[in-house]
């Protein structure tokens, strides 16, 4: 498959970033001179956001504001098998770049237009940013703890779920194309919609019996004791949905709690600060990686609390080859995360975001057959 | 509007239980595929979260017993039939089956094999058990959420890592689906959940790799805008009390056990505890100079026309005592309404929606977001809910019609009839063998272990539902 790339930002790159993944070859199509507003954060030490979203595509630009810009990106388009763009709502049409435009170039040509409310309805127009989207979408409202305020989700979690919905949406809209099934399509993909999907429990246990998930305590949650604890080396969290408490106290060396009156969820949780001491002092009795093996023997779903840095050394994710090496736009390495499966096919294309317009010469020159000398009179006029 | 279904025509077969793959093929079904969910006795099938989470919308099944030779025999035979083959059941189970995903691709090299797990196989977690929110601990997740003081926190859903690994799945058998397309080729797919929430906070880990660094916790603040928060404001009936200021958001709920009978019926007399609930809040984000001026405007606070804070450094320097102005303007208006006016000013901003706002989002409603389910025996109390689609689709088509949740076993004659040609007979025979089951659902409750918030008495008429003198009749 072959996709033209007009994203910026995170979720539109985030989508391309996953059909690159996959082998997929991907042209981005950048703005001359500036390009994609988040490679100018590159400046700042640490910040990779360009990089990690950009990787394994290929490179060009061109200035969708002039008519030479539009009538070469319609011959990209007709050489192509999906358009992804996460402009306004509306501004494709005002570039003349229409879906009816493009389909013009292309009659099978797939569309997927990434907006942060979609294309319809009365927030359309709505300014948003990662927290907004995530707080409109849900999940928030029940993150944090119920003393304090609602905290938002890590990173960018709901631009990049906007993206992989987009991402599924697309390479099904191609197999329908490829099926015979349909002629072209206009995928509208809402950030705030897909990501209230996948809050759908939630939603749905309030449509079906007014059911509200809320935030929990931080001392005692529903089963009686804090989810997250401090181990030895740093942050467990406990999960031991169908424990009995007898077993449970026993496992975590709490045996002079196991007598009758601590069975209860809500008895632990009104005594926690008796208890409260002595479970604290046994969980950091052990590592953190210790505990999740031996939960796990006992089929309790413990974790270890792991950040960014710990997961790099993370014996699962190296057993499993998680990580691939990145090249970084100051021209180091370092190891960034693959796709979450195993199966795919290789991509080809270098695991490095392009340089502004790297790829001029090779797509407009190789797949269009624009010769040197007009490669050089659009480089002059500004058109790419 | 027409109806868009891309993958007509594709046939899956899936060996699934919990939340995290059925969300994934729920996915297929709603773009057309035919999935069909295999069913035994004793799974989660028709359980109650299996109906409120909408996991076997739009699916057929079919009740095999695994454990007859000729189960397992009938199962290799709709094997070969199939596009795809998925399962989410420990390596151990399924090569007791034979299902495991040599001897599948043994019965059809072209065939496309996934299987999802918690820590994904193999590797030394292999064997781990795992749900949902133990992966986004593991993952990444929890350690970057919340202010840098406070122990990690946990994501406010119990199945987001299963959910974003049901996309994934529905992504990389796409993708196989389009390989082979253009190869003939099967795919063999291990997906791993605990990877997924990697990959999702993908750009972190890069980050901490390149710099040797582990993040700094920012609560709801942001490293290049401000301000940026989330802030109190007034609940539905005007500006909160001093009383509810400093209240914790769960003081007022009550339990659902406290409140209903065992039935799980309602009475008018419940109504009363959540009235007065006040957990009404404001994200905001000013994303530049300019609308930073926009919003001092709109506040009119004339402590903020300070020029320290006309660039984003000597705001981020000065976020607390920005955070108060903004904090006692919110307090005195509901969330939609600050939104309303943050945002005709061009200011990013939202209401932080709770479960009981969603359902009555304007722009979700207008966008046709929720379809209806008619279920022909009633569900606590109600023939008829309304379930979230995939969130997607063309702009010119209606979103998915979704048809009720079957029983195990009801879709035997159609599924061996289409799949295999099998006559009434031959279905009647395996019957008798005991290879095929049908499993008569137990009635939906709402059992005690889900009890986990607090409850709405008003919900029904929030909702505009009939009440359940209507709903019985």
């Known amino acids: 498959m072959r996709i033209l790339d007009l994203t910026h930002y995170v979720a539109g790159p985030f989508a391309t970033l996953l059909l690159a993944e996959l082998g997929h070859e991907v042209i981005k199509v950048e703005r001359p001179g500036t390009g994609d507003p988040l490679r100018s954060r590159r400046a700042e030490p640490g910040d990779v956001a360009f990089d990690y979203l950009n990787r394994r595509k290929r490179g060009v630009t061109l200035d969708l504001k002039r008519r030479r810009g539009r009538a070469l990106l319609k011959r990209l388009v007709a050489e192509s098998d999906a358009v992804v763009e996460n402009f306004r709502p509306g501004t494709m049409a005002r570039f003349g770049l229409s879906f009816r435009s493009l389909r013009r170039a292309k009659r099978e040509i797939v569309l997927t237009s990434i907006t942060n409310f979609g294309q319809t309805g009365p927030r359309r127009d709505w300014a948003a940013s990662e927290i907004v989207l995530q707080a409109t979408g849900g999940i928030v409202a029940a993150s944090g703890w119920a003393n304090g305020s609602p905290i938002k989700l890590a990173g960018n979690v709901a631009q990049h779920i906007g993206g992989l919905n987009a991402a599924i949406a697309t390479l099904a809209a191609v197999l329908g194309v490829q099926a015979g099934l349909e002629r072209g399509v206009w995928l509208d993909i809402s950030i705030h919609e897909a990501f209230a999907a996948h809050w759908a429990r939630h939603i749905s246990r309030y449509i079906h019996h007014g059911l509200e998930i809320v935030r929990e305590s931080p001392v005692a949650g529903k089963q009686g004791f804090p989810h997250t604890v401090q181990a030895k080396n740093g942050w467990l969290y406990l999960l031991a949905l169908r424990a009995e408490w007898e077993s449970f106290a026993h496992f975590l060396g709490l045996d002079e709690f196991i007598s009758h009156g601590w069975s209860d969820h809500e008895a632990r949780q009104a005594r926690w600060s008796e208890l409260g001491p002595a479970f604290q002092a046994a969980v950091a009795s052990r590592g953190r990686l210790e505990w999740f093996a031996a939960a796990a023997e006992r089929g309790y779903t413990f974790a270890p609390v792991d950040g960014p840095l710990d997961l790099l050394d993370s014996p699962q994710l190296l057993a499993r080859g998680a990580f691939a090496p990145a090249t970084l736009g100051d021209g180091s390495e370092a190891p960034c995360p693959r796709l979450p499966f195993t199966g795919v096919q290789a991509p080809a294309a270098e695991n490095r975001a392009p340089r502004l317009g790297e790829h001029n010469a090779e797509v407009f020159g190789g797949l269009l057959g624009l010769s040197a000398d007009e490669l050089a009179a659009l480089n002059a006029e500004g058109v790419i | 509007m027409r109806r868009w279904r891309p993958l007509r025509g594709v046939r899956v077969l899936s060996f699934e239980a919990a939340f995290s793959l059925p969300a994934g093929t729920r996915v297929l079904a709603d773009l057309g595929a035919e999935v069909v969910r ?23 099944t079919i009740g095999i017993d695994l454990r007859t030779e000729a189960g397992k025999a009938l199962a290799r035979r709709l094997v070969a039939q199939a596009d795809i083959v998925c399962n989410n059941f420990r390596p151990p189970v399924l090569r007791q089956y034979g299902l495991d995903a040599e001897a599948l691709r043994a019965i059809k090299p072209e065939l496309i094999v996934l299987q999802l797990s918690g820590y994904g196989s193999p590797g030394p977690w292999q064997d781990f058990p795992a749900y949902g929110p133990s992966v986004e601990a593991a993952g990444g997740m929890n350690a970057q959420m919340g202010e840098a003081g406070d122990p990690p926190m946990r994501v406010g859903s119990g199945v987001f890592a299963d959910q974003a690994a049901g996309r994934y799945a529905a992504l990389a058998l796409l993708d196989a689906l389009t390989w082979r397309r253009a190869s003939g080729e099967g795919r063999t797919i291990d997906l791993s959940m605990y990877e997924v929430i990697v990959h999702l906070v993908g750009d972190t880990v890069l980050a901490a790799a390149h710099t040797g660094e582990a993040p700094p916790r920012r609560g709801n603040r942001d490293a290049h805008h401000a301000p940026q928060a989330i802030y109190r404001c007034a609940g539905p009936g005007g500006p909160r009390s001093a009383a509810d200021s400093h209240g914790r958001a769960g003081d007022h709920h009550q339990s659902l056990a406290s409140q209903t009978t065992p039935g799980g019926q309602w009475s008018a007399a419940q109504g009363r505890a959540s009235q007065t609930t006040n957990d009404d809040w404001l994200a905001l984000s000013v994303q530049s100079d300019a609308q930073w001026r926009a919003l001092r405007t709109l506040l009119g606070d004339e402590t903020l026309a300070d020029p320290a804070l006309d660039r984003v450094a000597g705001r981020l320097a000065q976020h607390d005592r920005i955070d108060a102005a903004i904090a006692a303007w919110t307090a005195g208006l509901e969330k939609g309404e600050a939104a309303a006016r943050l945002q005709a000013a061009g200011v990013p901003a939202g209401p932080v929606q709770r479960p009981r706002d969603l359902p009555l989002d304007e722009q979700l409603l207008a966008r046709g977001a929720y379809q209806s389910v008619r279920r022909a025996t009633p569900l606590l ?88 003198v209507a709903a019985a009749r």
């Open chain 2, 38 to 60: 295999v069913g035994w006795p004793g799974g989660t099938y028709g359980t109650y979260i299996a109906v409120i989470d909408g996991i076997g919308l739009n699916k057929r």
């Open chain 2, 381 to 468: 109390g109600r023939h008829e809910h309304a379930h979230l689609t995939l969130g997607w689709g063309p702009v010119d088509a209606a979103r998915p019609p979704l048809e009720p949740e079957r029983p195990i076993g009801a879709d035997n004659r159609r599924i061996l009839r289409r799949w295999l040609g099998l006559s009434a007979a031959d279905v009647r025979k395996l019957e008798r063998d005991g290879a095929l089951l049908r499993v008569t659902p137990p009635e939906v409750t709402v059992p005690p272990n889900q009890i986990i918030g607090a409850v709405d008495p008003d919900f029904a008429r929030r909702l505009g539902l009939p009440d359940e």
